[in-house]
């Protein structure tokens, strides 16, 4: 009765009153918006300003290469679904590209960015926009999965973790495949918890989102039998009130078993869909070699039910399973790879605001009753992904766990559902913390690490390839020596995918020459440092350095 008359006579206080929640929801709504922006900004800067980086052009070339002749020719070891949205973004620069182009996907990258009379800089943005978008949406798919678990302020929490992720910012700014592999592969996972309330709707739905996942990224495979345990969980869970007697649970398991099965018969469906998108008469035809595989991976390979062009580009990843690769970690160079190599690198260049709240989440998620069914879908998926990074040949940077930023930006939202003053007083100051940091490397996100360990200047000294320097302040460094080293001798090494003179960068091979003639200005990029040996590093060893540009490359003088 008082809460009747209040609605109705309490004048524009009684309106307030009476519409609480709409007001948090329009506050909710606020922060995501603003949190959603801020990244938009800062990845749209970033997409503006870096060249394009060492993976770039072929993802581009091989994007070009269909949108012009409809095949799948160029990088089987990468499925073209991240290749078709980059095609998607690149085909507004209206490319253009030799039709009697012979090469391989290394030269067709260089050939469309440099030789096609394309503008690059354009061309590169039209291909990272799409990319830049897809990270956008998969911000709401963190904030919808925590706020599904632990109500709006969680979902804020989760959304402000992933917004301001360096990592996230840095590859999700790239016309790269790490971050729509790893934002599908998410999307399964919540339309899978989803699915324990309306099966039929939602396991459908994961299933797609699983085909995006595997006809992106071919690493996204190893966490298939993890979704489909999860598909078979979330039917159990459905039909509980009906699997009471042993035949019910063999009814609920039967049924589970069947959906599953659904599940990865559309997932593959989606991929075959995808090599159809891009070529009906699904012509293949290598453009190189392909490694044979033998042994179980092999047989595996073999009786996959996905195209030629799919189950070759497996092979191709297998092979560079077999190669040795150079890495370089805490200063030190090595051969092969290291186990805890992906450890240390996510210590390094997580801030430690973000590592303290995914520790604290993940133990809550475990503990706390009402989180704990919630664990298998959002802790195990990760954990399975992880543990294949881990074995995996190529010590190249933290974008190969792309994934744990995600999946644990989750995670850490359970920290709302801990009902201590601590957790509401804490968690709000890490994610401050977490965002003072991640704002400070701005725009220089790809060389980031936490203060810690002396900040994105300092990256260089402890890491090397995707995790400081791919290649991305090409076009920084021609600004610099135009603006202070204007008509001196420039000596370059660079590593990278771009073409320095296209950039006005007119430089030697300093390792072309001899040590005597090497006068002036010595540039060198920081991933060629970390490996230098022999000639180069005494030629470095024999200069001062007096300049940076981006975090990523070092001038020095001679």
């Known amino acids: 009765m008082i809460d009747s008359v209040t609605r109705t006579v309490g004048g524009p206080k009684g309106r307030w009153a009476a519409r609480p929640g709409r007001y948090r929801r329009w506050l909710v709504v606020a922060v995501v918006v603003a949190l959603l922006v801020q990244m938009a900004v800062a990845m749209v800067t970033t997409a503006v300003e870096q060249t394009p980086t060492i993976d770039e052009p072929v993802y581009v070339g091989t994007a070009v290469d269909s949108l012009h002749h409809h095949r799948v020719r160029y990088n089987p070891e990468h499925p073209p679904l991240g290749k078709l949205i980059i095609a998607a973004g690149a085909a507004l620069a209206r490319p253009h590209l030799d039709a009697a182009f012979t090469g391989d996907q290394t030269a067709l990258g260089r050939q469309v960015l440099y030789a096609s009379g394309n503008d690059p800089w354009r061309l590169m943005l039209c291909a990272r926009l799409p990319m830049i978008a897809m990270t956008l949406l998969f911000g709401l798919v963190v904030f919808a999965f925590a706020r599904e678990l632990t109500g709006p302020v969680g979902g804020a929490v989760a959304l402000a973790l992933y917004t301001f992720s360096p990592d996230i910012v840095a590859h999700g700014s790239l016309a790269t495949l790490d971050v729509p592999a790893a934002g599908s592969l998410l999307t399964s996972v919540w339309l899978l918890w989803r699915a324990r ?46 699997g009471r007697t042993p035949r019910g649970h063999a009814r609920s398991l039967g049924i589970g078993v069947a959906a599953a099965v659904a599940v990865a018969l559309i997932a593959m469906a989606v991929v075959w869909a995808v090599y159809f998108l891009v070529d009906p008469r699904l012509r293949w035809t290598p453009t190189g070699p392909v490694p044979v595989v033998h042994g179980l991976r092999g047989l595996a390979v073999d009786l996959l039910p996905l195209p030629e062009a799919y189950r070759d580009g497996m092979r191709v990843q297998f092979g560079f399973e077999y190669d040795t690769w150079h890495g370089f970690l805490l200063g030190h160079r090595y051969l092969g790879s290291l186990w805890y190599y992906l450890p240390v690198a996510l210590l390094v260049k997580t801030p430690l ?11 809550v998620m475990l503990v706390v009753p009402r989180l704990r069914p919630a664990a298998p879908y959002v802790l195990i998926p990760a954990a399975v992904l992880l543990l294949a990074a881990l074995i995996g040949a190529r010590n190249l940077g933290v974008r190969y766990a792309i994934f744990l930023p995600m999946f644990l930006a989750v995670a850490a939202a359970g920290l709302m559902a801990v009902r201590r003053r601590w957790a509401y007083g804490a968690t ?57 080293y204007r008509g001196e001798r ?18 030697s091979d300093p390792r072309r020459a001899r040590s005597e003639e090497v006068r002036g200005l010595l ?8 490996q230098a040996t022999g000639r180069l590093a005494a030629l470095i060893d024999g200069s001062e350095p007096i300049d940076e540009v981006g975090h990523s490359i070092t001038l020095y003088r001679r």
């Open 490 to 507: 420039i000596w370059l090494v660079y590593k990278g995918s771009g073409v320095p003179s296209a950039y006005g960068i007119h430089a």
């Open 353 to 363: 605001g973000m590592l303290a709240l995914w520790a604290a989440g993940t133990a």
């Open 428 to 484: 709000p100051a890490l994610v401050l913390f977490v965002a003072v940091s991640s704002l400070r490397t701005y725009p220089y996100y790809l060389p980031y690490s936490n203060e810690a360990f002396g900040g994105p200047s300092r990256t260089h000294l402890r890491l090397h390839d995707s995790n400081v320097d791919w290649g991305q302040d090409l076009g920084r460094l021609a600004d610099r020596l135009r603006e202070r």
């Open 523 to 530: 540039v060198v990029s920081d991933s060629s440092i970390a």
């Open 197 to 242: 309330r309306r099966p039929r709707r939602y396991l459908p739905l994961a299933g797609v989102a699983l085909g995006a996942a595997l006809a992106t990224k071919m690493s996204m495979l190893a966490a298939v039998p993890v979704l489909l345990l999860l598909a078979v969980l979330s039917v159990w869970y459905a039909r509980g009130t009906h």
